[in-house]
């Protein structure tokens, strides 16, 4: 609830400035849509580069010779 809270918020605050530089009524509702699905694609995109970084670093660790175990452990 505080999230959409959150986002409604911003979202009237980000529609207020669109209309401050002059962006005609009618292309907020689609300037909305496109900024949000971009924060969202953005998300999905970090979130996958945080995943890979970590399957690899596992998969490296999987790897490391015994002599650097020992000095892990």
Not at 5 to 14: C, I
Not at 26 to 46: C, D, H, K, M, Y
């Amino acid at each position: 609830m505080v999230a959409f809270n959150f986002g409604l918020l911003h979202g009237f605050g980000f529609a207020g400035a669109l209309t401050e530089v002059g962006l005609p009524q009618t292309a907020i509702p689609l300037a909305l849509l496109r900024f949000n699905v971009g924060v969202e694609v953005g998300q999905l995109i970090f979130a996958a580069a945080v995943l890979l970084l970590r399957a690899i670093i596992e998969k490296a660790l999987q790897r490391r010779p015994t002599w650097v175990s020992s000095i892990l452990s």
